[in-house]
């Protein structure tokens, strides 16, 4: 079971229910956190027995914003390796550095985490019809996840993204637009028609889990080092979801 308990503005700090479909906080604006009721995840979980479950994303089920794991849209994400990598720790002058594959993930990138859970969560409320802008391998992932769910994508993309990006969107199915702009373009352009036809916008920070699927990549390395995080963790800022989950 989920320790899943509410949602709250990461602005005004009101609360909102979690069974409920929401984007931004009807009140301020901005972007919604879920929460979970830790303190009884403390009291009732194991760390240890994680270590037993089959490797992946899905292995941290009761912090994650589902119950039922047959609503799983799970293409085998996560559960990525760590590479330890002695010559760059030279040439740095540190003592262990270790790499997180991420390329290892379903279409190829971190992406897939956060498309995981949040067409999870949004198809077990109800969404059938999606809609994401993207400057590339979001696309990607949102189309893999839509397409393993069973419903329908709209994906708004300038039109000198990558044609890996565009190609990998068409092959799943996605209905792709390429626009004559930059990716804050597609972004305006996918939420107006978001709004004229009920499609969720899974565009980032917009909705609030996909942050939650990213925030597993702390979680292996937390566990991958016995419990002790690295002195330093360098990560990619991008659009935020990844750093912030
Ligand atoms: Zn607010």
Excluded at 18 to 37: F, I, K, Q, S
Excluded at 141 to 153: D, F, N, Q, V, W
Excluded at 175 to 189: P, W
Aim: with cysteine.
């Amino acid at each position: 079971m989920t320790y899943l308990s509410h949602l709250e503005c990461s602005e005004c700090r009101q609360h909102f229910n979690a069974g409920e479909l929401h984007h931004l906080c009807p009140v301020c604006g901005a972007p919604l956190w879920a929460r979970y009721d830790l303190d009884r995840a403390k009291r009732e979980l194991d760390r240890d027995r994680y270590a037993i479950r089959p490797n992946g994303l899905w292995r941290w089920a009761e912090l994650l914003p589902i119950d039922d794991p047959a609503q799983r849209i799970d293409l085998g994400e996560g559960g990525t390796p760590l590479l330890r990598i002695d010559r760059l720790a030279a040439e740095l002058g540190l003592r262990d550095v270790w790499l997180k594959d991420e390329g290892r993930n379903p279409t190829g990138s971190f992406k897939a985490r956060g498309m995981a859970t949040a067409v999870t969560r949004a198809k077990a409320l109800g969404v059938t019809e999606f809609v994401v802008p993207t400057a590339g391998n979001a696309g990607g992932a949102a189309a893999a996840y839509a397409a393993r769910a069973g419903l329908k994508i709209h994906i708004y993309m300038p039109k000198d993204a990558p044609p890996a990006n565009i190609k990998e969107c068409l092959d799943v199915g996605a209905d792709v637009h390429l626009i004559d702009g930059l990716i804050n373009d597609a972004g305006r352009l996918a939420a107006a028609e978001a709004g004229k036809h009920g499609w969720f916008d899974l565009a980032t920070l917009k909705e609030p889990y996909r942050v939650e699927g990213k925030k597993t990549m702390g979680y292996e390395i937390a566990q991958a080092m016995q419990w002790n995080l690295p002195d330093v963790i360098v990560y990619p800022a991008g659009g935020g979801t990844g750093l912030i989950g």
